[in-house]
Nanobody
C-alpha cells in the first residue's frame, strides 16, 4: 500500500506561481513513474504531467506545457509540480499519482492517487 499526500495549494492571482508537493510513503518510491492530474468543478479529471522514475523523461498536457514543470526527489520520496504564469482556467483540485511504468501519454491509469490539494487562480 502506498500513501500520497499533496500540499502547497492555495489562492493566487493570475500570472502568479505555486509549487505543489506530494509526499509518498509505504513503499519504495524510486522505481515508480509519477504524475499529476487535476479536476475543476463540474469537469472530468484531466491529465497534467508525468515523469519517469529517473526524472529524465517528462510529458505534459498541451494546456500546461511551458508553464508547469514536474520533478522528483527520490531520496526524499517527493514529487513536485512547479506552476508558473497561472491562469483562472488552472483552478482545480490537483492530484498526484504513481504507477509501475512510464508512458509519454496523457492517461490517468495510475495505481495510487492522493486526496488532492486545491489551487484557485483569481482573475
Amino acid at each position: 500500500q502506498v500513501q500520497l499526500v499533496e500540499s502547497g495549494g492555495g489562492l493566487v492571482q493570475t500570472g502568479g506561481s505555486l509549487r505543489l508537493s506530494c509526499s509518498a510513503s509505504g513503499r519504495t518510491f524510486s522505481g515508480y513513474a509519477v504524475g499529476w492530474s487535476r479536476q475543476a468543478p463540474g469537469k472530468e479529471r484531466e491529465f497534467v504531467a508525468t515523469l519517469d522514475w529517473s526524472g529524465s523523461s517528462a510529458y505534459y498536457a498541451d494546456s500546461v506545457r511551458g508553464r508547469f514543470t514536474i520533478s522528483r526527489d527520490n531520496a526524499k520520496n517527493m514529487v513536485y509540480l512547479e506552476m508558473n504564469n497561472l491562469k483562472p482556467e488552472d483552478t482545480a483540485v490537483y492530484y498526484c499519482g504513481i504507477r509501475t511504468y512510464y508512458s509519454g501519454r496523457s492517461d490517468l491509469r495510475y495505481d495510487y492517487w492522493g486526496q488532492g490539494t486545491q489551487v484557485t487562480v483569481s482573475s
